[in-house]
């Protein structure tokens, strides 16, 4: 059966691959650059300036929506400024736990995107705003001087952060899915503990092969299935003394079931998968307290466990703190209309995870990349609107549906109301986030990662920092 099932995710690859490789290319050898390097302005001295603060989903496509809707002018003006000059693509992350996908093709260049479109993009943190004389002060220069870079519409794009909700220990001791690093940090977590129990062959508590995962949203669930692929399907022939039913893998989730988002029979479909994955699921319980060697429950119980990853919640950008004259909300972010403008400003926006959107009658937007994504696109309509003087549209969300991968076989899917799992799901999963990828030679590389991996376990390497 899995020799079936290698092949259909071989064919299936080789068919992403060669549509992948066709597209990439449409998109390297499409149109040129908006502007040759001589031939672009400056972007301070274009009449409408456009400062977006933040580099992820929502950032990223209100810079190229922008850029777009403006081609042809020469009166309006892009600029990104980031912290990073990449952005997480979130939904391949875990996989880069197993070692799967590559993390630096999870990461998506943006410099490079942004500028092939005529957007500017500056690699620096925003320290504070100057709302008289409308500008952002930024650091990251090489002497450590602020720099002032200005704004006629400012859209902020910031993120978020995990949420820890005063939990004892959750900070100090646990690892906190926030980006690209964590998914080396994980993995290496689970290499060093092999390295370990070899050296002191096998003479090691059951605490330090314990990993425990908070929260059973889509980002917990697909990081127990991810751990157990590397416990299971890819340090085997590496530690052939290690038995890997020896490693405890155990999700805590608050919700009466996990993936409390998706379809009842969905959920039953990802807790089956689960359960023959030797994967323990607790369900209606709250980590109370987190130590080096434990996680207290508020149900009494305790896991013996040195390992523990949180996903259990995320809170609007600290950065907003900096920034207390905008009015926010520490957990939902900046206030702001239908419009996404924030409230009391004309040329202010706010979009993703440190804004609080809501549409046109008022209901809350969910904080999720498909949000943060269509908030790019209208956030961009407005301030072009804006910018001409005219009407501007309130933020109607589409929810297309959510797709979880549970392994590299296996998926559950609602998609548009259709909902599906298993095999052909985790292809559909594949296929679908392959095509959402930005960066054309990302899903050239990601769909070769996927083909190699079905021929080749993946290296199980850990790259450890050293003084020198």
Not at 159 to 165: M, V
Not at 349 to 376: K, L, R, S
Not at 418 to 433: D, H, N, Q
């Amino acid at each position: 059966m899995n020799r079936i099932l290698k092949w259909g995710l071989a064919i299936g690859g080789g068919a992403l691959t060669v549509e992948s490789l066709r597209w990439a290319f449409s998109v390297t050898n499409g149109p040129s650059q908006r502007y040759e390097a001589w031939e672009k302005a400056p972007y301070r001295e274009f009449p409408n300036k456009v400062l977006i603060v933040g580099g992820g989903f929502g950032g990223f496509t209100a810079a190229k929506k922008a850029s777009d809707l403006t081609k042809g002018r020469d009166d309006v003006g892009v600029m990104v400024i980031s912290r990073e000059n990449f952005f997480t693509f979130w939904p391949m992350l875990a996989g880069a736990i197993a070692g799967g996908t590559e993390t630096k093709n999870v990461a998506q260049p943006i410099r490079r995107g942004l500028i092939s479109s005529g957007v500017s993009f500056r690699r620096a943190e925003m320290e504070s705003i100057d709302h008289e004389n409308k500008l952002v002060n930024v650091s990251g220069t090489v002497t450590g001087r602020e720099q002032q870079i200005p704004y006629d519409h400012l859209i902020l794009a910031m993120g978020g952060e995990p949420a820890y909700f005063g939990i004892p220990g959750v900070e100090e001791h646990c690892i906190s899915m926030t980006g690209i690093g964590t998914a080396e940090e994980i993995r290496n977590r689970v290499i060093e503990r092999y390295e370990q129990t070899i050296l002191m062959r096998g003479e090691v508590p059951q605490s330090a092969l314990t990993f425990v995962v908070i929260g059973g949203g889509a980002t917990g669930t697909e990081t127990a299935a991810e751990l157990h692929s590397l416990v299971h399907d890819v340090l085997p022939p590496d530690y052939p003394n290690i038995d890997p039913d020896r490693v405890k893998i155990i999700l805590v989730d608050s919700n009466e079931q996990i993936l409390k988002e998706l379809d009842p029979a969905l959920r039953r479909a990802a807790r089956k998968r689960l359960d023959g994955m030797q994967i323990q699921v607790i369900n209606n319980v709250r980590a109370e307290e987190v130590t080096g060697g434990k996680v207290s429950l508020d149900d009494g119980q305790e896991i013996a466990a040195e390992n523990v990853i949180w996903t259990a919640g995320a809170r609007a950008s600290l950065k907003l703190e900096d920034l207390g004259e905008l009015p926010s909300d520490a957990r939902k972010g900046l206030a702001v209309d239908a419009y996404c403008r924030v409230e009391g400003y004309e040329n202010i926006w706010g979009i993703g995870d440190c804004a609080a959107n809501i549409n046109g009658e008022g209901e809350p937007i969910p904080p999720n990349a498909q949000a943060a994504t269509q908030g790019g696109e209208l956030v961009a309509k407005n301030v072009v609107a804006a910018i001409d003087g005219e009407e501007l549209e309130t933020f109607e969300y589409q929810a297309l549906g959510q797709l979880v991968e549970l392994g590299s076989q296996f998926a559950v899917n609602d998609v548009l109301g259709i909902k599906f799992s298993g095999f052909a799901a985790s292809l559909f999963w594949r296929a679908t986030y392959l095509y959402k990828l930005p960066i054309g030679q990302n899903r050239i590389r990601i769909a070769a990662d996927w083909m190699l991996d079905v021929f080749f376990k993946p290296a199980a390497t850990q790259i450890r920092d050293r003084e020198l």
